[in-house]
């Protein structure tokens, strides 16, 4: 496969998930979350060799409130001018959960699928 065929193939299957770690990641916060303290945990947790960018997490961010899945806030920071933080609205947890059972079935079947395949083929 062409390195162009393999980079976009890449590009398409990190945006799809980006989606939902981002979703996951404002879930799982007690409180509303700002995009920097979501884009800290997501680099934190990234397996090696994978990051993630700063610089796509505010689109993605006002596309997700603009298709009504977050709810952002302004919130009064000690550090400097209030902070834009986010959470789930009714929608998106209902997206998340779907999108979190499509993952999983989708990460088993994948997975038999690999199996046996070292990838150097």
Not at 3 to 24: E, N
Not at 59 to 87: N, Q, W, Y
Not at 94 to 112: F, G
Request: proline fraction near 5%; glycine fraction near 8%.
């Amino acid at each position: 496969m062409p390195p162009d065929i393999a980079d976009k193939l890449l590009r398409d299957l990190s945006l799809g998930t980006a989606w939902l770690v981002v979703l996951a990641a404002i879930a799982r916060a007690a409180t509303p979350i700002h995009g920097y303290e979501i884009a800290r945990q997501l680099a934190d947790e990234a397996p090696e060799g994978l990051s993630f960018k700063q610089g796509t997490l505010y689109p993605m961010l006002r596309s997700m409130e603009a298709d009504g899945l977050v709810k952002s806030t302004l919130i009064a920071s000690h550090e400097g001018p209030a902070r834009k933080c986010f959470t789930l609205t009714a929608e998106g947890r209902r997206v998340l959960n779907a999108w979190c059972e499509t993952w999983r079935s989708t990460n088993k079947w994948v997975n038999r699928v690999l199996g046996g395949i070292d990838g150097t083929r």
